[in-house]
């Protein structure tokens, strides 16, 4: 046999690149974030300008920086074998991460490092690359070019320009752009947490996007008294560990409505639940339960910090854009004893809050009834909702409303509900669990039993606090009477 040269055609194989991944704007910088803490960077500056139209986009660290060389090696596609062994704290595993993270969002790529001495700047433009043609700044442009901090100390500065993968379709409004940054920043406040609150190796990271510090979001809210830290646990695989944590989060009656938004996300609770797995302390997937059950069929409020290191990455298949990862089969069956063993957990505290009847002392919506072996549920026509819908001057409205009532007891659709508590308990969400629709409804209720305590703010506080569905909420409830001044105080 003899042999042949054949590479790749420049333009095709960085075309290519452009696919790599799944990256949106937020896991795109995340790569390059990645980059600059391996770097040793304390300080991240994000500066994203919308530019009338013709977006930049910059991210300056203030890492070691790299040689001319090093920077030279680092703008090839492909700069590392994935099989090289990585140092425990390396971000990276591929070397591609920094071209095909800035080539799914721009069509130009600039790298500026500065070094002691040198300041060497490199350009990827794929709209020019046949012949695998690098470009090279030269002084005047590397000043032109280089924020002035980077010029004054070691670091690296990414450039983002020709923002052609923006949006869609390739034009992107001032509006949708502010929008992408502000998803950017709090995703970005997720995915570093760790980082942001100095949790790893005791040294605290800050980025700043367009100046502002960007705030450590923790997702397992471990700073609030009501969130339970569950057993932990660790496993072997290959002779490494995994640090496997579960969290229940707190009840929402117990958050303030801008913690709720902020832990339910932009999805919600719902598919927050589930793993969160960290490689070396960076969230690279949340919200999922690697099929091994239904979101839903879980509480809303359970999460679980899985934490894996590199050397794992081969078992994990790790994707280059590290948003994905496949869970390794030899770690199945474990996990699934532990969500089964969560299951049967979560439930007792989700079921605990609310729907419990005839509590001494507190006003119920519905009433349990059983006499000589029969059961009947009743509306318990005291409560003041309902006493002030009975109590109208009206006797035909009186009539419907009671009437009303009685229809719905007797529809009460036991078979139905019965076959769900035995199949499928924790799928049942009758209880509100969305603060802001608690909000909305406790105010339309107000006036009304304003008027049934004659005005009398002090009075309407007693009653709401031992009053379904108020008292189960009351942190929530009193919110909103403090919110309109309608308290004792
Ligand atoms: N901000 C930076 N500071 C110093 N060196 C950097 C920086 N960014 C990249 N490098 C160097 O460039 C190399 C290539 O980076 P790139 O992100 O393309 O690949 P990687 O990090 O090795 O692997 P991956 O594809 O998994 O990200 C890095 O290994 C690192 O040596
Ligand atoms: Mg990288």
Redesign the pocket.
Known sequence: MKYETNPPDAASLMMSARSFGNYDVPAALA??I???I??G?REITLTCRYNDGDPEIR?R?D????SGR??R???R?A??N?LKE?SPD????????????SFSQCARLT?I?HRGEDLTGCVWDLTNVEGWRMGILDEQELVAMASPDLRAKD??E?VWSNCDRLSENNTVTQAEFNALMVHAGNRLAIIFHRYLAGEVRGKRLTIRLNGRKIEAVDPFYRDHEATQQLESESLEIAGRTIDIQPFILPHYSKLLPNQYDQLGGEEGFLRNQGFYVYRNHRLIISGTWFRLLRHGELSQLVRVRVDIPNALDHVWK?T?D?SDAQLPAALRNRLRQLVDGLRRRSARVYRSRGGRLDRPGTTSVWSRHSRGGEVRYTINRAHPVIDALLDTGDDKQRQAASAALKIIEQAFPVAAFSQDTAREPDAIHQTLTDPVAFRADLNAALPLLLMQVDGDFAALENLLRVTEPWCEAWGAAEAVLKEKGWTNA
């Not at 890492?63 to 790299?66: E, H, Q, S, V």
């Not at 390396?90 to 993270?101: H, P, Q, V």
């Open positions: 790569d390059l990645d980059n600059s391996k770097a960077a991210i660290d890492g070691r920086g790299m090093e920077l090696d680092a703008m596609p700069s590392s994935p990585r390396d971000l990276g595993r591929f070397g591609w991460g920094m071209k095909s993270a790298v490092s670091g690296v990414v790790i280059i590290k």
